[in-house]
């Protein structure tokens, strides 16, 4: 059973920084091209990176360009986003996620792409 599990989340000031990690379970992550999403409250789910099963491949929107880093481990089945530069609008739920496409363009890294989303790490960025 395809199983996504999330960590690392937690509150932090203006200027911080948090690394999330997410655990995969159940099926081999190298197969699948795989993201971190975020929700804050009253708007929609949107894609914050995304990476290509072959670490080609990377996407950033455009609030974090420059300022997260997705990563991933193949051999351990993890996936990680290192967040610098905290904003308060960066609070949000964070959720990992397998996408359910074959190839992999930028574009996809949306939530109409996804195949299985984890359960979400409350991130919250206030002094």
């Known amino acids: 059973q395809l199983q996504l599990v999330e960590s690392g989340g937690g509150l932090v000031q203006p200027g911080g920084s948090l690394r999330l990690s997410c655990a995969a379970s159940g099926f081999t992550l190298n197969n699948y091209h795989i993201g971190w999403f975020r929700q804050a409250p009253g708007k929609e789910r949107e894609g914050v990176s995304c990476i290509s099963r072959n670490l080609i491949t990377i996407s950033y929107a455009d609030s974090v360009k420059g300022r997260f880093t997705i990563s991933r481990d193949n051999a351990k089945n993890m996936v990680y986003l290192q967040m610098n530069s905290l904003k308060p609008e960066d609070t949000a739920i964070y959720y990992c996620?397998?996408?359910?496409?074959?190839?992999?363009?930028?574009?996809?890294?949306?939530?109409?792409?996804?195949?299985?989303w984890g359960q979400g790490t409350q991130v919250t960025v206030s002094s």
């Open positions: 996620a397998v996408l359910r496409t074959i190839t992999f363009a930028q574009r996809q890294c949306a939530p109409s792409f996804v195949g299985s």
